[in-house]
């Protein structure tokens, strides 16, 4: 499924079709914000609908992955489409920024990961990453919502700077399963725990940054710093809490 029926994934589709050997995708449809296109066919490949129709679409059709052909989208854009596709866990492909494309032309070569960067908002270039390190260098680190999309991306940045454990929470334990052995793949060494929890189990969950609870079925420690997955539901509340109640904003991110 490609995100975006503009130039970009006209190319995309184009190209699929004049080398369709040296790729690994069909292009089953498209999805995009403009009414106008709706119903519309690029190259033989169909319109399907809007944003806001894409969980009946993807219920529908057999989607193995979801490529975003919108190079201009800002990082706000790509945080609400991940939100939709949350709940079907399909893997999500993007091009690069419309800065770096080759010559201004879309191709396989283009096709990446959707990466970290993506999620936030552009930074200066040569920005002195150090100060991430020192916050999350020996530090028992929380990720909530660490089964998600921008959960999952979060953990396997954040292992990079060497924590000293890594607590992954999601009410999805399959979605923890996933990612926690993905993180034992690639970072042996890691020490981690992960939890399933729900805001309605904050009791449960208190003896993470409470350690001397009773509960403690996290065995982890106090917690250190507190990584919230923004795009979840609780956001808001999750980020009045943390201020004065960290369990509660850790909690509240896993509720929807």
Do not use: W
Not at 250 to 255: F, K, Q, V
Request: proline share 6%.
């Amino acid at each position: 499924m490609i995100y975006g029926a503009g130039d970009a994934g006209e190319m995309v589709v184009r190209d699929i079709r004049n080398h369709g050997a040296l790729y690994d995708y069909q292009p089953i449809g498209f999805i995009d914000d403009n009414p106008n296109k709706v119903g519309q066919r690029i190259h033989g490949v169909p319109v399907l609908g809007q944003r806001d129709t894409m969980p009946e679409i993807l219920k529908d059709y057999q989607v193995d992955e979801v490529l975003l052909a919108i190079p201009s989208a800002s990082a706000s854009l790509i945080r609400q489409i991940l939100t939709v596709l949350e709940p079907f866990k399909v893997p999500i492909k993007t091009l690069p920024t419309l800065g770096n494309l080759k010559n201004g032309t879309v191709g396989l070569s283009q096709i990446q990961d959707l990466s970290v960067e993506d999620l936030l908002d552009r930074l200066p270039v040569g920005l002195d990453f150090s100060p991430v390190q020192d916050l999350v260098k020996d530090k028992r680190i929380l990720i909530t919502g660490a089964g998600g999309s921008i959960g999952s991306e979060l953990s396997r940045q954040i292992a990079k700077y060497e924590p000293a454990r890594l607590i992954l929470l999601d009410k999805s334990e399959g979605a923890l399963y996933d990612i926690d052995m993905e993180l034992q793949r690639s970072f042996p060494d890691l020490r981690r725990s992960r939890s399933a929890c729900r805001y309605q189990e904050r009791q449960s969950f208190r003896a993470g940054f409470y350690p001397g609870s009773a509960a403690n079925h996290l065995s982890c420690g106090s917690v250190q710093a507190c990584a919230h997955d923004g795009a979840s539901p609780g956001r808001g509340r999750a980020q009045q809490y943390c201020r004065y109640a960290p369990f509660d904003a850790a909690c509240g991110s896993t509720e929807g």
